[in-house]
């Protein structure tokens, strides 16, 4: 019954933060460090249960995108999604040849709450006073695609926050565009990601109950979760996650330095 709670926590934890532009990936490190660690698969499971609700979301969207590729605006956007993905894909086998994995330990993450933090603040800054402009351009979908890069190989940048804020610096400034592509993206690269790990793991030992808890739960989860992000962009700036991100990473280097977190 512990395990099962604490899968569901999990799920909890991946669901709340995968969309929001806080990291995921560094929650649940954060999380393990008490909960206990889990296999990448289920880390990655957890993170396509998100995805689903994305897909669920943007269904309309991906349908028009799909089946009306006979107009220019479609087929203009759907080629741009293809070359952030693609960037994305061909960065990510590289960084995994040259070996690069995630640290196992907090004080990267706090470090990358902080910096992040700090760096939202700065493109908020950036953007305040320009036009709001809705077109995504080929600039921006080489930028969301080189950033999940970053966000893969440094846990605590945060794959929703990297992507958002490189297309807005890149030109999309328009804060429901720029996270509509950002998104978007996500699907194709997370259910790949997904993909390749189930491959890897293929006749090894899973706890198959735990990772469809935890899927069902992260989808649940992160489908409440993005509904209320693209309402509060609406009206809002990502100024209040920026804040979040730097109190928590002061609030970890404490404690890392207190000896509570490694």
Same mark, same amino acid.
């Given at each position: 019954?512990?395990?099962?709670?604490?899968?569901? %926590?999990?799920?909890?934890?991946?669901?709340? !933060?995968?969309?929001?532009?806080?990291?995921?990936?560094?929650?649940? /490190? %954060?999380?393990?460090?008490?909960?206990?660690?889990?296999?990448?698969?289920?880390?990655?499971?957890?993170?396509?249960?998100?995805? &689903?609700?994305?897909? /669920?979301?943007?269904?309309?969207?991906?349908?028009? &995108? /799909?089946?009306?590729?006979?107009?220019? $605006?479609?087929?203009?956007?759907?080629?741009? &999604?293809?070359?952030? !993905?693609?960037?994305?894909?061909?960065?990510?086998?590289?960084?995994?040849?040259?070996?690069?994995?995630?640290? $196992?330990?907090?004080?990267?993450?706090?470090?990358?709450? %902080?910096?992040?933090?700090?760096?939202?603040?700065?493109?908020?800054?950036?953007?305040?006073?320009?036009?709001?402009?809705?077109?995504?351009?080929?600039?921006?979908?080489?930028?969301?695609?080189?950033?999940?890069?970053?966000?893969?190989?440094?846990?605590? !940048?945060?794959?929703?926050?990297?992507?958002?804020?490189?297309?807005?610096?890149?030109?999309?400034?328009?804060?429901?565009?720029?996270?509509?592509?950002?998104?978007?993206?996500?699907?194709? !690269?997370?259910?790949?990601?997904?993909?390749?790990?189930?491959?890897?793991?293929?006749?090894?030992?899973?706890?198959?109950?735990?990772?469809?808890?935890?899927?069902?739960?992260?989808?649940?989860?992160?489908?409440?979760?993005?509904?209320?992000?693209?309402?509060?962009?609406?009206?809002?700036?990502?100024?209040?996650?920026?804040?979040?991100?730097?109190?928590?990473?002061?609030? &970890? /280097?404490?404690?890392?330095?207190?000896?509570?977190?490694?």
């Amino acid at each position: 019954m512990t395990d099962l709670f604490d899968t569901i %926590i999990l799920g909890i934890i991946e669901g709340i !933060t995968e969309f929001l532009p806080i990291s995921s990936t560094g929650h649940l /490190l %954060i999380a393990e460090a008490w909960l206990g660690a889990r296999s990448d698969l289920f880390n990655i499971a957890i993170q396509a249960g998100a995805i &689903l609700a994305i897909v /669920l979301i943007y269904r309309r969207r991906l349908l028009q &995108l /799909l089946t009306r590729l006979d107009l220019p $605006e479609n087929r203009d956007y759907f080629a741009k &999604l293809a070359l952030a !993905t693609s960037i994305t894909l061909v960065g990510g086998f590289i960084a995994k040849y040259l070996g690069f994995k995630l640290p $196992e330990t907090v004080a990267p993450v706090a470090a990358a709450l %902080i910096v992040g933090g700090l760096a939202i603040l700065g493109v908020e800054r950036f953007v305040s006073n320009r036009p709001q402009i809705v077109e995504v351009t080929w600039r921006v979908a080489f930028w969301v695609g080189a950033s999940q890069i970053l966000a893969g190989v440094f846990p605590g !940048t945060s794959r929703s926050a990297a992507t958002i804020f490189a297309a807005m610096l890149a030109g999309l400034t328009s804060r429901p565009a720029a996270t509509e592509f950002a998104f978007l993206v996500g699907i194709p !690269t997370m259910f790949a990601a997904t993909a390749y790990e189930l491959l890897k793991t293929r006749g090894g030992v899973e706890d198959w109950n735990a990772l469809a808890v935890g899927f069902i739960t992260s989808g649940v989860v992160a489908f409440v979760a993005v509904k209320w992000l693209l309402r509060y962009i609406q009206t809002h700036r990502f100024t209040a996650f920026a804040w979040y991100r730097i109190v928590l990473g002061v609030v &970890l /280097l404490g404690l890392v330095m207190h000896g509570e977190l490694r």
